[in-house]
Nanobody, 117 residues
Framework: QVQLAESGGGLVQPGGSLRLSCVASGFTFSRWGMNWYRQVPGKEREWVARINNFGNIPSYADSVKGRFTISKDNSKNTVYLQMNSLKSEDTAVYYC??????????WGQGTQVTISS
């Protein structure tokens, strides 16, 4: 079955950096785009970034554009989110996601990112 496993979260000071990873299994990774979302308690889950199946066309939410970079390594079935110049408002649980079709929307378990001094 489809599995997505995030890692790399943690506690970082404002202005710092983190790199999140998401290892995928159970589907042909190279054929599908991948997303990163984030969620703060009490708020809706927010889309952060997307990358196409080949890994050469990224897109970003305005709130992270210029600071975050999404990348995809099809040889490792892994999608990354490099986060630089982190701000307190980036604090959230970050989720990896892929949508393989109607009724086939998959999520990882999430990884906590906390930005605090």
């Amino acid at each position: 079955q489809v599995q997505l496993a995030e890692s790399g979260g943690g506690l970082v000071q404002p202005g710092g950096s983190l790199r999140l990873s998401c290892v995928a299994s159970g589907f042909t990774f190279s054929r599908w785009g991948m997303n990163w979302y984030r969620q703060v308690p009490g708020k809706e889950r927010e889309w952060v970034a997307r990358i196409n199946n080949f890994g050469n066309i990224p897109s970003y939410a305005d709130s992270v554009k210029g600071r975050f970079t999404i990348s995809k390594d099809n040889s490792k079935n892994t999608v990354y989110l490099q986060m630089n110049s982190l701000k307190s408002e980036d604090t959230a649980v970050y989720y990896c996601n892929t949508n393989l079709g109607p009724g086939l929307n998959y999520w990882g378990q999430g990884t906590q990112v906390t930005i605090s001094s």
